[in-house]
């Protein structure tokens, strides 16, 4: 399998955790899952980010998915693991677990409880150790969820003294500056790493426009992140504007903090993506409100889309 | 004066507090933004919220900005104070002074060390003697911003036991789910309180749709918000849709936590609102990259809006 | 096995997780750390707490460690491990384990994410249906790890609804009032369950005075919390004072967070109880000064105990 | 007036802030508190810090009770003033008014929003514009407090940017550690500023033999940290410690977070220093229960005093 690499870019979309209604992990729906995002165009998965319920999986059902979807992918794109733990043996049983199966790399976000400096470069300096020198990570700076603010200064530091940190899921929202910062860097020297920038996507062409490669995040129509980094790519920004703004009123609509998941994983299923859009509990289930406002973005996006096309 | 009351409705512009470029207070400008917000449409006006750099202000600074505000305003529209504060003693002198002067009402946000549902509702209780019964009060709910969480239950609770309590400045990102639960309640013969929804404007349509009465909060084209409600208020919801999604790609630019008020301020010099874009220090400053994003998006925006009308 | 149940009293020390110089599980301490604990006088033991590293161990570890001590405590007192988790399926995975293995029953603390009183009670519903009915767990409320404030009505609305919570862990630093109110409450009516003090027993004359049944925490010295209870028990209430004095200097100095387990390891090696004091990584170290301190309490404490007695 | 300087040692009184049972600032006993405060041995004092109910009190307030308390010291010995707020404005409108009444210094802790070493050295950058050159200042650290954690490089980025800061409030419990790391880099040619140690004073004797220059804190009887430090300071180690031990029941129990402020002004007032224990609301109160255990431990406390004098 090839390794993830500081040239990664395109889109890594987080893949979410299928289940049956009763709560069990849903296998079957992870093939089907699979082959949907490849065939929106994603360029890489993500498997057990944040948005991806990992929490929630016994460890042992943890890896069970995880190689369902290496199988299914059957090494057509590289597969990040979401390998985030409260303690590093854990971290290190679930990570050994991935790589064998093939995984490209792992995402590790930094515990809460990390405040100075130092503290954050030393935890990745135990990060590193843990995973061993084979396996590339990906570091995850969301403050907003773990609420450990990265200064570009600190990414830098752990640029530079781990090699096998090759890329940033960048979630500092938006945190264009911070893009910035680090590109500014590597123009001067640093070790250029990917950045694929997250949050829902929410920024996404002003975040390509400031040196991202891609995007890492999660949306129920991919198909948007890909278009939107293809016709940037391509030198086309108005036009990765129109397609963004088409999707946008659904893009935001999906991002509402700790109900975003159960529309996207309703939109997933309505789009026969996975067979059920159940969260494991706890998770938010949807009103009939709430599906009367999806019903209506949808409709208003599919109409948009052929204003435009 | 015309005391603010539980049929308040349609938009309050949540005012900014303009600068000169060396940081000190510009009451010229404050006449000039009164003059803008009117014309664009504002109902009411609300100073010292927390795009309003309050605590960056003294206690004179305070109570200065606010007479002026009021004697521009001349009675055309209620005008809500912010007046949350560290202690009580500070929160009853500024309320007095902004009530004496002509305020509508004022607003008050929880300290961030509140947990428990009985906490919360002391201190409401302490906060309704403190304000006395003349002066109404507006109850924040903005967790992101104050980490406190605030249950549907726990508002009745207030809306019950304090009389003086009339609206709720809804920002609980976005809580369509609490809009509605607080309008089943008082279907159900709770008292009805107005709730304008916060969030700068991004999820107004939706929450039109569960029952607010309007909105609260700040964006450099306020007429938006004004626009969106009016469509709305008319039965005519893809219009208000159409409105909001011309806006939204700016809008959610200008939602930018830490960093969007500098924004809106550019916009609202550029606008001719204020003279000065400045924010008093600390504060963020706009990079090139930043305008350039701005100037494309306003361009757009226009483009869409002609397309539209 | 006998189950914990509502009468549960005396000292439940927090037993510490051995560790090799190197990080290894050192199952043989643990045997040597259950002797050493009962011939202290220990009424009963609790394993995978706050300061038990447990979430530095993998899920294979745990269980392995909790089956070891189980094996050698062999049902001469109740042994209570802790299985809060960041998901219900790791906790019914290791609640399971431990249950069969023949422990008296579990603990849960509130994830950090709680705020208010519906979702606390709501959360303890969902662990009371995941451990099952036959299971009796142990309520941990630690606000200044957990930063979950749980009201004493809302600890009487979990008792009330759920059966199999037994036991209150106090740990509302010190929450004397907290313990009089739950008394209160339970000569009214209310169920009336065992309350065992924790902060490593800092306030433990004054805990028992308002009503706690014992104590469940860590300290080097175990004999002082089984001394204090025994004395209070016998009505000493003065003879209980002196012997906490003597201990208390050497006690808070074991307090400090996230220093203090070193110092515990650290005593527990040198009085023979585990053959290494050593933290899993990551874990403070201490230095020379710190011995210092330690030695010259230890040597203080001595004499101090042969003064009194 | 003398300034404070970076030689400063020996125990500055955190002093409360004296109510009448109304609520009403007591400044009659502000004169009685002085007294009291220098006739137990304080060397210095600091006013309007975090147990000083500094919050609660309206801006002329604060000014009128800084300039009663400095009029009755009447330059007998050096007075910090708190300054902390939630913007620049205010901080220097009460430093100005503090200054020009004879205070010999500020302090300023971090507000809870900082987070990365840079933004930590950039606030007090500008807190130190905001001050003046000419008004030297206290950096506390207080992070159970504050939430913000300052590696001790960011104590001496700071100390080395900015001459006025004179003075560390060292209350990162207890941050033994922090206290020999500064000593070692001014040892190597940092330049070497005051350290006081707060914490209640609960590890006083640790905090000296790790290079404190004294204590910066409140307990209701100062004479304990007068003592301990002059004991020490005289060689006299174990010495120190008897005393402190005696105190420390006491001084343990008064240090309960949200609780001790109403324990230390029942003992201030108990022994004269105020005329009320009340604090202005809101504020905590003591149940009988609460006197009943103060009233044991000062017992005991005079006992024990007679036993080791």
Known sequence: MTLLDEGAKGVYVIAVTPFTEDGALDLPSADRMVDFYLEKGATGLTVLGMMGEAPKLTADESRSFVRRVLARVNGRVPVVAGVSAAGFAAMAELSESVMGDGAAGVMVAPPATLRTDDQIVSYYDMVARTLGPKTPFVLQDFPLATNVQIAPSVILRIVEAQPSCVMLKHEDWPGLAKIAALRAASDKGARRISI????GGLFLPEELSRGADGAM??????????DVWKAHAAG???RAHDLFDAYLPLARYEQQPGHGLAIRKYLLAKRGAIASGALRKPGSTLSGADIADIERLVARQTRRLQEIN
Chains 1, 2, 3, 4 share one sequence.
């Open 236 to 238: 086309q920004v108005e």
């Open 196 to 199: 694929l920038a997250g949050n």
């Open 217 to 226: 995040t999660g949306f129920a129509y991919p198909e948007m992140m890909v």
